[in-house]
Nanobody, 114 residues
């Protein structure tokens, strides 16, 4: 139906940057709503960045550091992550919001060391 494939994670030092990518495919003709979630050990999955018809929203913890964007022709969603902090360490997933598609991707691990 809808497939979500995240990539771009890795290990970086505090203050570094990463750009995550999400390839959306399947039974969808246009991305209207998409977001980036993250889940750290012992924590609930949280929405950190949202994109809705060009309007973006961010969790307070990442505002000013992360930027979400969408290429609707390529059906790709990006998350530019700057000034990374150790507390950003988590597995990052893309999905719609506030309710998600049933099928999640495998996520991509982001590890930030101090």
């Amino acid at each position: 139906q809808v497939q979500l494939v995240e990539s771009g994670g890795g290990s970086v030092q505090a203050g570094g940057s990463l750009r995550l990518s999400c390839q959306v495919s399947g039974n969808i003709v246009r991305i209207n709503v998409m977001g980036w979630y993250r889940q750290a050990p012992g924590r609930q999955r949280e929405l950190v960045a949202g994109w809705r018809s060009g309007t973006t929203t961010y969790a307070d913890s990442v505002k000013g550091r992360f930027t979400i964007s969408v290429d609707n022709f390529k059906k790709q969603v990006y998350l530019q992550m700057n000034s990374l902090k150790p507390e950003d360490t988590a597995v990052y997933y893309c999905n719609t919001f506030p309710s998600s598609y049933s099928q999640w991707g495998q996520g991509t691990q982001v590890t930030v060391s101090s």
